[in-house]
DNA sequence: GGGGAAACTTAACGGAGGTCAAGGTGGTTC
DNA sequence: GAACCACCTTGACCTCCGTTAAGTTTCCCC
C-alpha cells in the first residue's frame, strides 16, 4: 500500500500509477513536491463515505485506486448516482473552486485510496502554474457536457434506452467485445446502484433486467452480463418513443 | 445601436453595460483592446439560430443584449431547453475549451446582439491573463452545479414540483414580491419553451398550469402570472413523491 | 454452519404523464 | 376584414413506471 516511507498507507505522486492521465501532470518536479508533502491520503472500505453534501469544502481528492460513487440528494431523500470516478480523477474541484461547500456525496464502491490536498495547496498551485487551471477547466467542461447529455436522456428517453445506454458506457471500461460482436461485462455496480445511476427505483431496474432477458439483448448472472450482439443495444437508444 | 464608430451594429467592449458582471472584466485595458478590436457583433431576430449543436466552435460569443436559449436535442429529435442565457454571459466557451464541435445549439428568444470572439483571441489572452482561465473555471463550476441539480430533480421530482422551481427560478430576474408574499412574474418564455426547460410536453405543461389555477397557486394570463402567496411555490418542491 | 440483514426479484395495482385528435386563440399579412 | 399560421388548450385513452407487499437469494459475521 505504501510506496514512500513518509506515511504509512500514503502512496508517492511521483511513482503514482496514475500520474499520467491527471490534471496534475503539468506540474514540474518541484511543483509535484509541493503536492507529494502536502498531501494525506487514507484507505476506504466499501460504503465509506469521503464527503457529504454540504461538508466544507477544504481541498481536493485524487483518487489513486478502487472506485467511488458521486451521489446527490434532495430534500425528499430521493437520490441520484450522478457518476462513477476512477484512479487518476480529482473529486470536489469544482466545490472548491467555486467556493461552495460540497454539493454533492463521494463514497467508496470498492476499497480504495484517496489523497487529499488541501486548499491552500491547490491555491498556490493555481497560481504558480497556469496550465494546470486551464487542465481543470477542460475537465469541467467535460464534466458539464456529460451532464447535459444525462439531462436530455433523463428528460426525455425510456428506461430501456436509458439502461442500454448506461451497459454502453459501461462496457468502454469493463466489458470486452470479442469478434463476432458480442459483449461480455463485468459489473461494477450493483443494481440498485444502476437504478440510482438512471434515476428509477430497483424494482424498475430488476423489471429492465427481465425485459432484456426476455427479448434475448441481454442475460444477467450476478454481475456478469453477457449481451450476444451489441448491435442490440444501440438500437434500444433510437426507439422514437419520446417524452 | 452602435457605440463606437467601428462597425455598424457592434457596441464598444470599454462602454459595454456587462463588462462588470462578465469573466472579460479581469482584462487590463490592452486587453480589452484585443477582445474590442477582434470581435465581430450581430443582431439575432428572435427565433434565429447563433449556432447549432454539431457546428464546429471557431470561438465564443458574448451576449450584448437580449435573451438566449440554449437546446440540446437527441436522435429521436426531442428537445429541451437547458438554460436561457442573459446579457454578460458567455457562450460556447466550453465547447471551445474542449475542443469539441458545440454540443448544444442556441437560439435567440428576443431580439438580441451578440459578439463573437474568434478561437485566436481567446486563446491567446487565456495564455496573457491566467486570471480568465480561472475565472471561466468558477463559471463552468456553477454551470456544473446547476446542471447535476437538473438532473436530480428530472429524475426525483414530479412534474408540479418542477414546474414550482421553474417558477421560483425565474422570479429572481423577472418578478416582483410584495409586502404580503404575492408573485407578479413576466415570464420571457413560451409555455412549449417552459415545457421544453422541464422535460414535458406542451399538453402537460397545460394541465399543470390548469391544476396550479385550480388550486389557487398561480393565475396565469398570457406571460403574465400572479402568484397569490409565494410560500405555496415553496411548499410544491416538498412533495415527497419520489421517482 | 446458522442466523440476520441487505440486496434482489416478482406480482398486483394505480396514477402521472405521454399520445392522439380536435378545437380555440391571437397575431401577422394581404 | 379575411385568411393563415403558430401557439395554446382540452379531452379521451393507454402505457410506463412508482408503490406496496411478499418472497427469494446473497452475503456476512458470529
Redesign the pocket.
Given at each position: 500500500m505504501s510506496v514512500s516511507g513518509k506515511s504509512s498507507d500514503c502512496g508517492n505522486c511521483f511513482t503514482c500509477q496514475t500520474r499520467g492521465k491527471t490534471e496534475w501532470c503539468v506540474l514540474s518536479d518541484d511543483e509535484l513536491e509541493i503536492v507529494d508533502q502536502g498531501k494525506v491520503c487514507r484507505e476506504y472500505m466499501p460504503g465509506e463515505v469521503i464527503f457529504h453534501e454540504g461538508d466544507d469544502c477544504r481541498g481536493v481528492h485524487c483518487i489513486e485506486r478502487g472506485l467511488i460513487g458521486v451521489r446527490k440528494m434532495n430534500a425528499g431523500g430521493n437520490e441520484v448516482l450522478l457518476r462513477i470516478s476512477h484512479p487518476g480523477d480529482t473529486m470536489g474541484y469544482r466545490s472548491f473552486l467555486a467556493g461552495d461547500d460540497h454539493n454533492n456525496s463521494a463514497e467508496a464502491l470498492e476499497p480504495s485510496v484517496l489523497c487529499f490536498i488541501d486548499g491552500k495547496t491547490v491555491h498556490s498551485l493555481l497560481a504558480m502554474n497556469p496550465a494546470l487551471g486551464l487542465r481543470f477547466l477542460r475537465h469541467a467542461a467535460q464534466d458539464l457536457n456529460a451532464a447535459e447529455e444525462k439531462v436530455l436522456q433523463t428528460a426525455t428517453l425510456?428506461?430501456?434506452a436509458r439502461f442500454a445506454h448506461l451497459l454502453l458506457v459501461l462496457k468502454e471500461r469493463y466489458g470486452v467485445v470479442d469478434d463476432n460482436g458480442s459483449l461480455d461485462l463485468e459489473l461494477p455496480l450493483?443494481?440498485?446502484?444502476m437504478a440510482a445511476m438512471i434515476?428509477?427505483?430497483?424494482?424498475?431496474?430488476?423489471?429492465?433486467?427481465?425485459s432484456f432477458e426476455d427479448d434475448n439483448i441481454a442475460h444477467?448472472s450476478?454481475r456478469r452480463v453477457h449481451v450476444p450482439d451489441v448491435k442490440s443495444l444501440y438500437e434500444e437508444l433510437e426507439i422514437p418513443?419520446?417524452?
Amino acid at each position: 500500500m505504501s510506496v514512500s516511507g513518509k506515511s504509512s498507507d500514503c502512496g508517492n505522486c511521483f511513482t503514482c500509477q496514475t500520474r499520467g492521465k491527471t490534471e496534475w501532470c503539468v506540474l514540474s518536479d518541484d511543483e509535484l513536491e509541493i503536492v507529494d508533502q502536502g498531501k494525506v491520503c487514507r484507505e476506504y472500505m466499501p460504503g465509506e463515505v469521503i464527503f457529504h453534501e454540504g461538508d466544507d469544502c477544504r481541498g481536493v481528492h485524487c483518487i489513486e485506486r478502487g472506485l467511488i460513487g458521486v451521489r446527490k440528494m434532495n430534500a425528499g431523500g430521493n437520490e441520484v448516482l450522478l457518476r462513477i470516478s476512477h484512479p487518476g480523477d480529482t473529486m470536489g474541484y469544482r466545490s472548491f473552486l467555486a467556493g461552495d461547500d460540497h454539493n454533492n456525496s463521494a463514497e467508496a464502491l470498492e476499497p480504495s485510496v484517496l489523497c487529499f490536498i488541501d486548499g491552500k495547496t491547490v491555491h498556490s498551485l493555481l497560481a504558480m502554474n497556469p496550465a494546470l487551471g486551464l487542465r481543470f477547466l477542460r475537465h469541467a467542461a467535460q464534466d458539464l457536457n456529460a451532464a447535459e447529455e444525462k439531462v436530455l436522456q433523463t428528460a426525455t428517453l425510456p428506461v430501456r434506452a436509458r439502461f442500454a445506454h448506461l451497459l454502453l458506457v459501461l462496457k468502454e471500461r469493463y466489458g470486452v467485445v470479442d469478434d463476432n460482436g458480442s459483449l461480455d461485462l463485468e459489473l461494477p455496480l450493483s443494481r440498485q446502484d444502476m437504478a440510482a445511476m438512471i434515476g428509477i427505483r430497483p424494482e424498475s431496474m430488476s423489471r429492465t433486467i427481465r425485459s432484456f432477458e426476455d427479448d434475448n439483448i441481454a442475460h444477467f448472472s450476478g454481475r456478469r452480463v453477457h449481451v450476444p450482439d451489441v448491435k442490440s443495444l444501440y438500437e434500444e437508444l433510437e426507439i422514437p418513443i419520446g417524452l
